[in-house]
């Protein structure tokens, strides 16, 4: 189902264009009707209806689920039947820093720990534009913090989307400043890395993104980053210091506003001597690892996560 497109700079940095069988096009045109036919007829609070689209990813069977709400961090417990000690993940939601919930997250991180074996912690922060930057970096610091206060001294920190773009800008802090743990690894799904809009694939018309537009992510750009620069590093990771970052792996598909994000934010990363490993799948939209009800390529990149993460848990 995949071939090796091209090997990075260095010895561990790799790129893998993964493609996909004639019935999973199918598959993938089927749910984007799906798609069509959701947003058309959805109706109520925007924020309310993207949960309602996120929660559609089924819960797996065997985690368990468990409600955090403390004074400086909110959130879930997604936790596997068997845990080891000191061993967690800092799972931070996309939703264009606008939208999003820890508890709408629940399934798709419950997909992701029951493959990885390993606990994670999906936080909520302070939405946009109610909330600008920097608070939700100081957010993700803070849930840090506590994991770190509860124990937890191997953490990887994963997140999709603008949650992916946070996570690297979490990730690039923690590694400049470290905060009682170094972490061990990010995983990052469809990222968004650059505020700035530099990739061609925002604008390319070849690219048919059925889930976000460059106009959406320019609106959310702007009640994101407030008075701030749109290169400001906690805004777009893509132009900070990468310089010492754990290993990563970014998954992204080859149909989405948010290609180029992950394709420069990989190449910057290599010329930094960081482990990266960057996965391409063919006709893939934004975050097409949510559908894994439908996808086999969904259930595939999942599988491919979570051996990543174990791996780096375990020290391969």
């Known amino acids: 189902m995949h071939e090796n497109a091209r090997t990075g700079l260095h010895a561990q940095s790799t790129t893998e264009f993964v493609r996909i069988s004639a019935d999973e096009r199918g598959r993938e045109r089927a749910l984007r009707e799906r798609f069509a036919d959701f947003w058309a007829t959805a109706s109520g609070e925007p924020r309310k209806i993207y949960d309602d689209f996120i929660s559609a990813t089924p819960l ?34 996309g939703g264009g820093y606008v939208q999003g919930s820890a508890t709408a997250y629940r399934g798709f991180v419950s997909q992701i720990v029951s493959r990885a074996r ?27 913090l506590w994991l770190v206060a509860q124990g ?17 800008v979490t990730l690039a802090e923690l590694t400049r400043t470290p905060h009682g743990a170094t972490p061990i690894a990010g995983v990052v799904f469809s990222p968004w890395t650059d505020m700035v809009f530099t990739g061609a694939s925002m604008t390319d018309p ?11 992510l320019q609106d959310c750009a702007r009640k994101y980053v407030g008075a701030a620069a749109s290169r400001n590093p906690l805004a777009s990771p893509l132009f900070g210091d990468l310089q ?15 290609l180029d994000d992950s394709r420069q934010y990989a190449d910057g990363a290599t010329r930094a001597s960081v482990s990266v490993k960057l996965e391409i799948f063919e006709g893939m939209h ?18 491919r996560a979570g051996r990543f993460l174990r791996d780096a848990f375990d020290g391969r």
């Open 244 to 258: 010492g970052l754990p290993r990563l792996l970014i998954q992204v598909g080859t149909d989405e506003r948010l």
């Open 152 to 168: 937890f001294d191997r953490i990887a920190v994963v997140g999709d989307s603008a949650g992916g773009g946070l996570t690297l």
């Open 60 to 93: 797996a069977d065997d985690v368990v689920l468990e409600l955090v709400d403390e004074s400086n961090v909110r959130g879930w417990w997604v936790r596997p039947q068997q845990t080891n000690p000191g061993q967690a993940i800092l799972f931070l939601h």
């Open 206 to 216: 070849a690219v048919t993104d059925p889930l976000i537009s460059h106009d959406y």
């Open 118 to 144: 390993i606990p994670a912690l999906v936080i909520d922060y302070p939405l946009a534009p109610e909330s600008t930057m920097p608070a939700a970096p100081e957010t993700a610091k803070a849930a840090w």
């Open 286 to 303: 934004h975050v097409f690892q949510l559908d894994v009800a439908h996808l086999e390529t969904s259930r595939t990149a999942l599988d």
